[in-house]
T-cell receptor, first 115, second 115 residues
Framework: AQKITQTQPGMFVQEKEAVTLDCTYDTSDQSYGLFWYKQPSSGEMIFLIYQGSYDEQNATEGRYSLNFQKARKSANLVISASQLGDSAMYFCAMRTFYGNNRLAFGKGNQVVVIP | DTEVTQTPKHLVMGMTNKKSLKCEQHMGHRAMYWYKQKAKKPPELMFVYSYEKLSINESVPSRFSPECPNSSLLNLHLHALQPEDSALYLC??????????????FGPGTRLLVL
């Protein structure tokens, strides 16, 4: 079974500050992929960043970086220099080799960026 | 161009109506997905198509009927829905259906209200 845990309550972040969103996962598979998506109030799920379980380097995409700690089974998303447009729900998700092609989502973190 | 389009954006229907949701992608992806998302919850997988064939049906009630007319199009036919079916319906696509690295790209969704 695969499980994603996102437990932070809603967060308020000052514009231009960095924010870290926590994600822990549980799987017995050795091969898995971790994804972060952003969902603004408009509804679209926007892909942000991917980290493979065998990737040695932490993934980065522009202002997004993934703090991957394999031994702790955590894949935290770091957003640097927050912008007002970063206000959204953020979902951590995982695919595993034996997960039958399903993308398992966490419950999400709500982020509100304030000026 | 990572774009998945969905029509309509909003839909209101009565319980006796028949309507269809449409999804289109032109990225050459061979896997397409339907998800249902309730407010403040993560998306729930409904159906997966791989190479235009239905590969996963997550025990969805028969009042939801998917169709994949070609590799770019995915429809969801709705008939005799219940008020609890009101939700955001998201379509997604990925290059292939299997593979831990396969990123799913989502459309903007259709907000459905069943009266």
């Amino acid at each position: 079974a695969q499980k994603i845990t996102q437990t932070q309550p809603g967060m308020f972040v000052q514009e231009k500050e960095a924010v870290t969103l926590d994600c822990t996962y549980d799987t017995s598979d050795q091969s898995y992929g971790l994804f972060w998506y952003k969902q603004p109030s408009s509804g679209e799920m926007i892909f942000l960043i991917y980290q493979g379980s065998y990737d040695e380097q932490n993934a980065t995409e522009g202002r997004y970086s993934l703090n991957f700690q394999k031994a702790r089974k955590s894949a935290n998303l770091v957003i640097s220099a927050s912008q007002l447009g970063d206000s959204a729900m953020y979902f951590c998700a995982m695919r595993t080799f034996y997960g039958n092609n399903r993308l398992a989502f966490g419950k999400g973190n709500q982020v509100v960026v304030i000026p | 161009d990572t774009e998945v389009t969905q029509t309509p954006k909003h839909l209101v229907m009565g319980m006796t109506n028949k309507k269809s949701l449409k999804c289109e992608q032109h990225m050459g992806h061979r896997a397409m997905y339907w998800y249902k998302q309730k407010a403040k919850k993560p998306p729930e997988l409904m159906f997966v198509y791989s190479y235009e064939k239905l590969s996963i049906n997550e025990s969805v009630p028969s009042r939801f009927s998917p169709e994949c007319p070609n590799s770019s199009l995915l429809n969801l036919h709705l008939h005799a829905l219940q008020p609890e079916d009101s939700a955001l319906y998201l379509c997604a696509s990925s290059q292939e259906v299997s593979g831990i690295q396969e990123t799913q790209y989502f459309g903007p969704g259709t907000r459905l209200l069943v009266l």
